[in-house]
């Protein structure tokens, strides 16, 4: 029996992107002593919690349609 795996939603996708740079940028900016790099993974860190919370928002949808 073959399943086939359904794609992964862009939301998480986007988390998932988002949520490994930002550790990246605020690891090299703590290594560098650059608040604007901080910043920057902060943010990405931000756009990466908010993505999933979309994904599950659509994931919750989705179990109330089907119930």
Known sequence: MSQQASPRPPALTVSIVCGALGVL?????????????DVAG?????????????????LVAEWHEKH
Request: charged share 5%.
């Open 25 to 37: 940028l605020i690891l090299v900016g703590f290594a560098v002593r650059s608040t604007p790099v």
């Open 42 to 58: 902060t943010i990405a860190g931000a756009i990466s919690l908010l993505s999933a919370l979309y994904w599950r928002s659509q």
